[in-house]
């Protein structure tokens, strides 16, 4: 679906197959927090998961090894493995 901005822009969503490891990568990254944020939301979303928060992904004192671990092998099994 395309969705045209203000600016005439054309966007369009990404489907999980094309943004899932870019956006895992992006987790893992020493990046602020808030880009991890949006990239654990958006992955999250693509997902369809709904029992991890993006903040779990990304923010301190959430076992973020534990669901970033967990994420993995959820990206695995729905797209395979990272080339």
């Given amino acids: 679906m395309a969705i045209t901005t203000t600016f005439g822009t054309q966007l369009r969503s990404a ?3 094309e943004a ?3 956006l895992f990568d992006t987790l893992n990254k020493k990046i602020d927090y808030l ?5 654990a939301a958006a992955l999250l ?3 369809k998961v709904s029992h ?3 903040v779990q992904l990304s923010g ?3 076992n973020i090894e534990e669901n970033i671990n967990v994420v993995r092998s959820l990206l695995e099994k729905s797209i395979g493995n990272y080339l």
């Fill in 35 to 39: 880009y991890r944020y949006h990239c």
């Fill in 52 to 54: 991890i928060q993006p």
């Fill in 20 to 22: 899932g490891w870019v």
């Fill in 60 to 62: 301190a004192n959430h």
């Fill in 45 to 47: 979303a693509l997902l």
């Fill in 15 to 17: 489907t999980l197959k």
